[in-house]
């Protein structure tokens, strides 16, 4: 049994973790901005990123800290630069203060093309950040993460689910189910210094990944039904996105900056940064994947 400090517990990713975390037997002291029913097991620690004195507490004693936390979505650089960049430094400087070497970093694949998009450029610098600590630094760049309670990926079932699939120009992607990620950020707590300074992708075993017509097409399986898909070009992506942005506001889900994230054409997990098979594997064949997660937004009222 370890003591995991884990941020970004009430998220999708990061409260997935936590079920696998207590249910391994360890404990874990997970930040949150808001009050939490009590869970045995788990010490809530009232805070954000910004908070000093929280994150102190969050990392006392610790024997590992998982830092999931971050923004996917902000009104400018300096939203991002704030979430990603600064949130990770605060969570470092804690870490290193309280002696706390194991730190488990979980960036994304946009780190790769920083000059991309502005959510790319502050995972880059947070990587960057994480790799200069001193700590016993691992990051983990899951692709694009799928499973119950995620709301990035239901517009997407959504579509499924009427029958027709908006896509952006042709390309690849890779994708992982939230319980395969959590996994492998629980493998990597226990394997301590046997995987330091390295930089894993992982994702869900298929080769090269998907197709975005193949993967829309696995939605459609999923939600039981035949799908169409249009590929729109990259214009009428960005146009659509700058659209959203002045009708929702802030809660617009396609930005401009996103738009560039989504028109890129490999988002693959790269072969030679896959974890080794002695530390993890995925378990969820991700068409059975779909269709759970299809399954549970319908009994939660979601699709």
């Known amino acids: 049994?370890?003591?995991?400090?884990?941020?970004?517990?009430?998220?999708?990713?990061?409260?997935?973790?936590?079920?696998?975390?207590?249910?391994?037997?360890?404990?874990?002291?997970?930040?949150?901005?808001?009050?939490?029913?009590?869970?045995?097991?788990?010490?809530?620690?009232?805070?954000?990123?910004?908070?000093h004195a929280a994150l102190a507490a969050l990392v006392d004693g610790a024997d590992a800290v998982v830092h999931v936390a971050g923004a996917v979505n902000a009104r400018d650089r300096a939203g991002f630069a704030a979430a990603n960049i600064a949130g990770t430094e605060a969570v470092v400087d804690a870490a290193r203060t309280a002696g706390v070497m194991r730190f488990i970093h979980v960036s994304s694949l946009a780190a790769r093309e920083p000059a991309l998009s502005d959510y790319g450029w502050s995972k880059t610098g947070a990587e960057t950040v994480v790799m200069g600590s001193g700590l016993d630094w691992t990051i983990v760049r899951p692709p694009a993460i799928y499973g119950p309670r995620d709301t990035e990926m239901l517009a997407m079932f959504t579509m499924a689910a009427r029958g027709l699939v908006l896509l952006p120009p042709a390309g690849r992607m890779s994708v992982i189910h939230a319980a395969d990620l959590a996994n492998l950020l629980l493998a990597l707590v226990d394997g301590g210094r046997d995987y330091v300074g390295q930089v894993f992708e992982p994702d869900d075993g298929r080769p090269?990944?998907?197709?975005?017509?193949?993967?829309?097409?696995?939605?459609?399986?999923?939600?039981?039904?035949?799908?169409?898909?249009?590929?729109?070009?990259?214009?009428?992506?960005?146009?659509?996105?700058?659209?959203?942005?002045?009708?929702?506001?802030?809660?617009?889900?396609?930005?401009?900056?996103?738009?560039?994230?989504?028109?890129?054409?490999?988002?693959?997990?790269?072969?030679?940064r896959r974890p080794p098979s002695d530390l993890w594997t995925p378990t969820v064949e991700t068409q059975r994947g779909l269709a759970d997660t299809a399954k549970w937004y319908r009994a939660e009222g979601w699709l």
Do not use: E
């Open 208 to 272: 090269n990944g998907w197709s975005h017509r193949g993967f829309a097409r696995a939605l459609g399986k999923g939600v039981g039904r035949s799908v169409s898909t249009i590929s729109m070009p990259g214009w009428l992506v960005r146009v659509a996105a700058r659209t959203a942005r002045i009708v929702r506001r802030d809660k617009a889900k396609l930005t401009p900056d996103r738009a560039a994230y989504f028109c890129h054409p490999d988002w693959t997990a790269s072969a030679s």
């Open 1 to 51: 049994m370890k003591v995991i400090a884990l941020t970004g517990a009430t998220g999708f990713v990061g409260s997935t973790l936590l079920d696998r975390a207590l249910a391994a037997g360890h404990d874990v002291r997970a930040l949150t901005r808001r009050p939490q029913p009590h869970r045995d097991g788990v010490s809530w620690i009232a805070g954000a990123l910004d908070d």
